[in-house]
């Protein structure tokens, strides 16, 4: 089994910035993509940000220049860092992981982004 835990989410204002970190724990080999999705309000999941075990990154374009998202293949833990936060950011955010070899799809159970004034 996987588990992957959310940290980091909270209320900022507008132009604000937060860093979201998810840490991965149980029993696995290691992970090809990690990642970040998020949920708004009445909206579908969309994509964030990946990243590759290699590093190699892929970004929504909406959060292209604002957000970074990085990797510690040693703690199995990936990140989020969101600058210039907009209202339209809020939502849940959720991490994403695929396991090496078994390629299942693993998902925290995310973490609460508010951007408001």
């Known amino acids: 089994q996987v588990q992957l835990v959310e940290s980091g989410g909270g209320l900022v204002q507008p132009g604000g910035s937060l860093r979201l970190s998810c840490a991965a724990s149980g029993t696995f080999l290691g992970f090809t993509t990690m990642g970040w999705y998020r949920q708004a309000p009445g909206q579908e999941r969309e994509l964030v940000a990946t990243i590759g075990s290699g590093g190699r990154t892929n970004y929504a374009d909406s959060v292209k220049g604002r957000f970074t998202v990085s990797r510690d293949n040693a703690k199995n833990t990936v990140y989020v860092q969101m600058n210039s936060l907009k209202p339209d950011d809020t939502a849940v955010y959720y991490c994403?992981?695929?396991?090496?070899?078994?390629?299942?799809?693993?998902w925290g159970k995310g973490t609460l982004v508010t951007v408001s004034s």
């Open positions: 994403y992981a695929r396991a090496v070899f078994t390629n299942m799809d693993y």
